[in-house]
Nanobody, 126 residues
């Protein structure tokens, strides 16, 4: 059975940095699309960044381009999200998600991926 376990959330001041990790159990990153998503209080879930295995394609939401970096470690079967220059609007619960067959299109941020982690809270506040 597939499990995704996020870690690395917390409280950070504006302008600060955090790195999230998503450890994957039950499948390998070689055969999956994985990404990061977030949900702010009172708002719908949105895509942050997604990485595909087929051609190493990466897609970022416009709101995080230049500040966030998605990466993966094949050996550790782990996906990362390095977040720099954090802003209060980045506050929310961040989720890792994966799918074995979905190829990202324009709906990548709202697609219902097959597997989800439990989420980790990020709070950006002074």
């Amino acid at each position: 059975q597939v499990h995704l376990v996020e870690s690395g959330g917390g409280l950070v001041q504006p302008g600060g940095s955090l790195r999230l990790s998503c450890a994957a159990y039950g499948f390998t990153l070689d055969y999956n699309v994985m990404g990061w998503f977030r949900q702010a209080p009172g708002k719908e879930r949105e895509g942050v960044a997604v990485h595909t295995n087929r051609n190493e394609a990466i897609i970022y939401a416009d709101s995080v381009k230049g500040r966030f970096t998605i990466s993966r470690d094949r050996g550790k079967n782990t996906l990362y999200l390095q977040m720099n220059n954090l802003k209060p609007e980045d506050t929310g619960v961040y989720y890792c998600a994966a799918d074995e067959s979905y190829w990202p299109t324009s709906d990548w941020g709202q697609y219902n991926y097959a597997y989800w982690g439990q989420g980790t809270q990020i709070t950006v506040s002074s």
